[in-house]
């Protein structure tokens, strides 16, 4: 694509998200964070001979104001003059965003030079991990194994040897997975959604035509439930979405029985990939989540980082106000309320 081939954007309907790859920039994102006081705007979008779909999430504001989103999009290969496509696009996009104060590309590309001029800005927070752990699934299952840290393929059979059992469970399980995750955002100080968040996950994707199918595997112990992870699944990737686990029986490893059955199901279903969907950036001990990258890098794959959330301002000094109102909420939250 030309650096100076001009972005047109159309809005079109919903369906024309099939043809992206990533789960958030699917038709079942987009109903989804619709139905949870997000309109979702996608369109049908164009730069020279390049063709793509985009998701823009649109959200009101205090006093009137509005933002849009676009979760992991677009996707598009990364451009040559990246500042002058995104530029583009932003511009394309405005008549069509209803007065928005700016738009927000969380970008899927690998990171690379930061990404500088043309009126973006680097946003104070990022929505999506930007860093993360991507198995390739094009492998014997020994192949997989062996290309675990030691330690992680230890406790995969350590959990098997002291009578772990995985299974699949269904919506009727939410609710005590759910008391699971209460006790897993307690213990590491984390926010999570109302039950119903997850619950209305789960019955879009059992509608027709969903495009995505969520498993939720279940790990128990003399039939005491002990963890159980979300995991879901969309052409020929998927994606671990939330876990959680419970305060007993932690040393009998349920949380690896959990992974292995996740990427053997993955597997099976024709996924080429798997992403463990968020990691600190490096193996750094001093980061409050060290324990997380040590996790889900032993299962093997590859660390993928990517740039995070950029944006394009539409109105200056409206968006300067809410980049410090931003600011403020994210030092609550990172400082703040992990001590309380």
Not at 103 to 121: E, H, K, M, T, Y
Not at 179 to 196: K, N, S, V
């Amino acid at each position: 694509m030309s650096a100076e081939a001009p972005v047109r954007v159309e809005p079109a309907e919903l369906e024309v998200l099939e043809s992206n790859q990533g789960l958030l920039q699917s038709p079942f994102w987009a109903r989804f964070r619709a139905g949870l006081g997000w309109q979702a705007r996608a369109f049908d979008c164009r730069a020279g001979s390049m063709r793509f779909a985009l998701l823009v999430l649109v959200r009101s504001l205090p006093l009137g104001q509005r933002l849009a989103y676009a979760p992991h999009g677009p996707e598009v290969p990364e451009p040559a003059d990246r500042e002058a496509f995104l530029t583009g696009l932003a511009r394309a996009l405005r008549p069509h965003l209803g007065g928005c104060l700016f738009v927000r590309f969380d970008l899927p590309w690998s990171i690379g030079a930061p990404l500088l001029g043309a009126g973006l800005r680097k946003a104070p927070m990022d929505i999506q991990p930007p860093s993360t752990v991507i198995l390739e699934l094009d492998h014997e299952e020994e192949a997989l194994l062996a290309a675990m840290k030691a330690k992680t393929r230890y406790n995969i059979g350590l959990a098997g040897k002291k009578g772990v059992t995985v299974e699949e469970g269904g919506e009727a399980d939410l609710p005590a997975w759910y008391e699971l995750y209460r006790q897993t955002a307690r213990r590491d100080r984390i926010t999570l959604h109302a039950f119903q968040y997850y619950r209305r996950q789960f019955q879009l994707a059992s509608e027709p035509g969903a495009g995505v199918a969520l498993k939720l595997l279940l790990a128990r112990h003399q039939g005491e439930l002990l963890a159980g992870i979300v995991v879901a699944l969309r052409g020929n990737t998927a994606w671990y979405l939330y876990g959680a686990s419970s305060d007993r029986k932690r040393n009998l490893m349920p949380a690896y029985a959990l992974q292995w059955r996740a990427i053997l199901l993955a597997r099976q279903a024709g996924c080429r990939f798997y992403d463990l969907f968020g990691v600190p950036p490096a193996d750094d001990p001093s980061h409050p989540m060290h324990g997380l990258f040590r996790f889900k890098t032993g299962f093997g794959g590859r660390l993928v980082h990517r740039p995070g959330c950029w944006d394009l301002p539409y109105r200056q000094a409206g968006y300067l106000a809410y980049s410090l109102a931003e600011r403020g909420r994210q030092w609550y939250f990172r400082r703040l309320r992990k001590r309380v």
